[in-house]
């Protein structure tokens, strides 16, 4: 009885190791489309005519009136993120102030494992000018490879509207201007 215990106990621990742990997803890299997200159409007025968006319930990113979106992921209790957020409202900013670039790209928020109170409190404590989305349940962050904080992804849409990743990559942005001028450069925005 206890050789056929050992064996099973062997057997069971064979197939622990030799069956396939899948592994997170990667992060989407440059050239590749953009993972398709579902996600809430802010409440706020000013943030939905930010986005060109109307109505309630969710929205693609593809219905975004821009034709290049920088959305990064941040979280509320990420260091790193709370000192970043001045140099993302100057890029906001920078952006904003520019008629050539002024409803071309938009910047959004995903908050990862942060509640819609949790975002509230970090778009106040920095003064945040532009839309943050709760992900309290991680759907967002995974579907984008559970990448660490803060992660810069931008993209640009195709004639279909359909998404293409051309700038994906973990940290800080090294400074507003610059930046910006590798999102230009890369985007092809005329």
Do not use: W
Not at 13 to 35: Q, R, T, V
Not at 72 to 92: D, G
């Amino acid at each position: 009885m206890k050789k056929r215990i050992f064996f099973l106990l062997v057997f069971i621990a064979i197939l622990g190791i030799a069956s396939p742990i899948p592994a997170a997803g990667a992060p989407p890299a440059k050239g590749d489309p953009m993972p398709a997200l579902t996600l809430p159409v802010p409440k706020s007025p000013d943030e939905k005519a930010y986005l060109g968006l109307t109505g309630d319930g969710t929205f693609k990113l593809s219905q975004i009136k821009a034709q290049v979106v920088i959305i990064e992921i941040f979280s509320m209790y990420c260091p790193f993120c709370q000192v970043e957020a001045p140099t993302v409202n100057e890029l906001y900013r920078l952006i904003e102030e520019n008629p050539e670039l002024k409803g071309k790209i938009k910047l959004l928020g995903l908050g990862a494992g942060n509640s819609i109170f949790e975002v509230n409190v970090f778009k106040n404590k920095y003064q945040i000018p532009f839309p943050l989305l709760p992900d309290q349940d991680f759907t967002f962050h995974k579907a984008l490879g559970e990448v660490r904080t803060p992660y810069f992804i931008a993209l640009k849409f195709k004639k279909d509207r359909s998404p293409q990743v051309i700038f994906s990559e973990l940290g800080t942005i090294h400074g507003a201007r610059p930046f910006l001028e590798k999102i230009i450069s890369l985007s092809e925005l005329k």
